[in-house]
C-alpha cells in the first residue's frame, strides 16, 4: 500500500478571448476567459469565469477620459489542510504503513463508502478516529466557496495649458465571498457535525486628484510637480452562522442542527492624505525629487491620527559628461535617495470591545457562545486595546548605480539599501490574570539592510540566434534591535513549544523552541547513561532568513524558435521540520524503520563530570519502555533543536519552449500571429531539507516563518498553450 497514490494528477484548462480596435479619438478593448481545475486531491476543483472591458476616448483635444471595468466569478470545491485533525496529510501521513487507508479500494476508494465508513456509520481510520481517513475528509468534510468581484475605474485628463495637467481618479473594488463548510458526523474534528455558513461582503473606494506640473524652465532645465488629493475607504461585512449536532448525515444546512451561533462583524477604515512632489532635472545629467505626504487615519486615536512621509532624492547620469559613443562603456548614472514613512494601525486597535459569550464544555459536553437559551450575554474581548498608540515609522535610505556597457548588451545595477522601523504596532502577550491575554502595542526597533546586484547579459547576438540571461542577486539580513521592556521575546506565530518570534538581537521571526542542554562552551550535556538532556528553558533554536538568494533567467532564441528556463536558488535560512518530528514520534517515518535496531552516541559531554561522553545507547530498546525510545524520550514534538535544518535549495522553475508560425503562413490562414507554448513549471528541486519543501510555511503569509507542519505539498505542472491573434 503506498499512501501517496491519495494525490491525482490535476488537470488545468484556460481559454481567453479578447477583442481590441478603435480610431484615432476612441480605442476599446474587450476580453473574456474560462478556467476550469481539478486538484490534486480527490473532488477538489477550482473554476473561473471573467470578463473585462475598457476604453479610452479622446472627448476634445485637451479633455480625455478612461474607463474600465473587471467582473470575476470563481470557486470551487476545497479540501481541508494543514495543522487541522481533519487535515488531508496528518491522516496520511500518521497512519501506520500497516493500516491501508483505501480498505483494498485502490483508485476507486473515494467513491467507495466501505473505504471510510463502517457497518454502524462510524468511521473508518486509524486510532480510530483520531485523525480522520483522508478519504473521510474529501467525501465528508467538503468545503465550497463562491466569490464574485466587480473592479471599476474611471479617470479623466484635462491638458489645463501646455505644461499643466489635472487628473482625476476614481476607483471602486467590491467582493462578495460565501463559503460553507461542512463536518460530518464522526468527523475527528466534531463528532457531532458541523455545519459553517460564512458570507463577506468587502468595498474598497479610491479617489484621486492630482495637479501635475510639467514645463522646461530653459533649454536645459526642466521642472515636474505633483500636487494632490488622495482618498482611500474601506468597508467590510462579515456574517458567520455556526450549526452543531446534525440529524441527517451530510445535509449540511443549518435547518439541519440543533443549535446555532450567529456572529456580525462590520468594519471600516477611511484614510485621507495630502501630497506633493517636486522633481528638476538638468540638461539629462543630474536629477533631483523630493515628495511629503500627510495621511489622516481613522485607526489611530482620534487625537494623534495624523502622520507624514517624505522623501528626497537624486541622481547623476555621468555618463553624459564625456564621450562615449565609441566606447565600450555607454551608460553610468548613481543615485541616492532617503526617507521616511509613516503606517497606521489596524482596526479596532485602539479600543476594548466586547464579544458574544461564551460558555465552554469539558471535552464531553458541548458548549455554547451566546445567543442561547433565548439569553443574551457579552464578555469583555481578551485583547487590550491602546488608544495611546502611536503612528509607526520606517526610516529608509538607499544607494545605488547602473551601468551598461557594449552597446547594453552587458547591464549591471547595484543597490544597496538600510531600513529601521520604530514603533511598530502588533499584538503582544500577557498574563491572564490581568483580565487579557493579548495587548496592543508600540512594540520597538526593527532595521533591515541588504544589497540587490542585477545583471543582464547577451553573450551570443546574430542576425538568427540570440542568447539573452538576467541574474538577480539578493543579501539582506534584519535584526530586532529593541522590544519594550517586559515582552520580551514577542510570538508571531505557531505553537507554544516550537513558534516564530520577535527577539531582541536576532533576526526578526527566528525560530524559538525547545533546545538541548549544553555548558558554558556550546557542548551539549548528557547525563551518565548516555542520554542527552532537554533544556528546560526554551531559546532561539534557528534563523529562517537565507544568506543569499540568486535567480537566473535564460533565453534562447533561434529564428521563430525560443527556449526560456529559470533558476532560483537558496542559501541559508532554517526551516523547523514538524512533520518530520511527529511522524517519528509515531515511528512512521523510514528514519525510524532504518534506525530502530542500531546505537548511536551523543556528540556531548556528561553533565556530572564534564568528561567526553562514549556511552552507546539504543535508538529503540523494547526492554526499557517508552523512555527508551530516542523519538519518544522527549515527548510529543520532541526537541524542537533535533528538527531544525538547513534550508538551502536549488530549483528549476520553469521551462518554456515557444514557437512563432512564420507569416508566410499565418497570413494564407487570416491571422497576423500565431505562437504555440509548451511549458513546465518546478520540475526540479534539489535540497537537503528532509521535508516536504524547504519554501513551504505553515502560517501562509504571515510574519510566522520557516515552520513546517504537515503542510500540503508543492505540484509540479506542465502545460500546452496555444496564442492566436486574428
Known sequence: YDKLEFFRTGLQSDVNVSVSGGTSNINYFVSGGVLNQTGITPLESFGRR??????????????????????VNSGGRRNQRGSNISGIMLGLLRTSPTFDNTNGNGSSAVTDLTTYQLPDGSQRSYRAGVYDNPYWTVAKNPSFDDVNRFIGNFQFT???????????????????????????????????????????????????????????????????????????????????????????PGFFHVSNTASQTNQEIYEQRDLRAALSQVSLGYD????????????????????????????????????????????????GKLRSSWGKTGNDADIFATETYYDPGNADGDGFIEGNVFPVFSTVAFERAALLGNNAIVPEETTEFEIGSEFRFFDSRLTLDVTYYSKETVDQIIQVTQPATTGFTNRIINAGTISNKGWEITTNIVPVRTSDFEWSMDVKNTMFENEVEELVEGNEPIHLNGFPSTSSRAVPGESFGAIFGTRWLRDENGNQLVDDNGLALADPESGVIGDPIPDFTVGMRQSFKYKNLRLTTLFDMRVGGDVWCGTCVILDYFGVSQTTADLRNSTYVVNGVRQSDGQPNTTEVAYADPTGGLGANRWVRYGFGG?????????????????????????????????????????????????????????????GDSNGIGLDYFNQPFTSSYSIGVNLTF
Not at 50 to 71: H, M, P, Q, Y
Not at 190 to 219: A, H, M, W
Not at 656 to 680: E, K, M, V, W
Open 639 to 699: 526537541v524542537s533543536e533535533d528538527y531544525v535544518y538547513d534550508g538551502s535549495f536549488f530549483k528549476l522553475r520553469e521551462v518554456a519552449l515557444t514557437y512563432n508560425l512564420p507569416s508566410r503562413f499565418t497570413q494564407q490562414i487570416g491571422l497576423s500571429n500565431a505562437s504555440f507554448t509548451i511549458a513546465g513549471r518546478n520540475l526540479l528541486l534539489v535540497t537537503d531539507y528532509p521535508g516536504i519543501d524547504p519554501e513551504t510555511n505553515l502560517t
Open 158 to 248: 484635462y491638458d489645463a495649458t501646455e505644461w499643466l495637467e489635472i487628473k482625476g481618479v476614481y476607483g471602486y473594488d467590491r467582493f462578495t465571498d460565501s463559503r460553507k463548510i461542512g463536518f460530518d458526523l464522526n468527523s475527528a474534528t466534531n463528532p457531532n457535525g458541523v455545519v459553517i455558513d460564512r458570507d463577506e461582503s468587502n468595498v474598497d473606494v479610491t479617489n484621486q486628484l492630482l495637479l501635475l506640473f510639467n514645463k522646461d524652465l530653459s533649454e536645459k532645465l526642466n521642472l515636474g510637480a505633483t500636487v494632490g488629493y488622495d482618498f482611500y475607504r474601506n468597508r467590510r461585512l462579515t456574517r458567520r452562522t455556526d450549526g452543531f449536532l446534525l440529524s441527517i
Open 284 to 331: 539629462d545629467l543630474l536629477f533631483i525629487n523630493g515628495a511629503f505626504r500627510n495621511d489622516w487615519s481613522s485607526t489611530l486615536p482620534r487625537d494623534n491620527n495624523s502622520f507624514q512621509s517624505y522623501s528626497v532624492g537624486g541622481s547623476l547620469v555621468f555618463s553624459e559628461l564625456f564621450d562615449n559613443e565609441d566606447s565600450f562603456f555607454n551608460y
Open 50 to 71: 471573467s470578463f473585462r472591458s475598457n476604453i479610452n476616448a479622446k472627448v476634445t483635444e485637451r479633455f480625455s477620459i478612461l474607463a474600465s471595468g473587471t467582473f
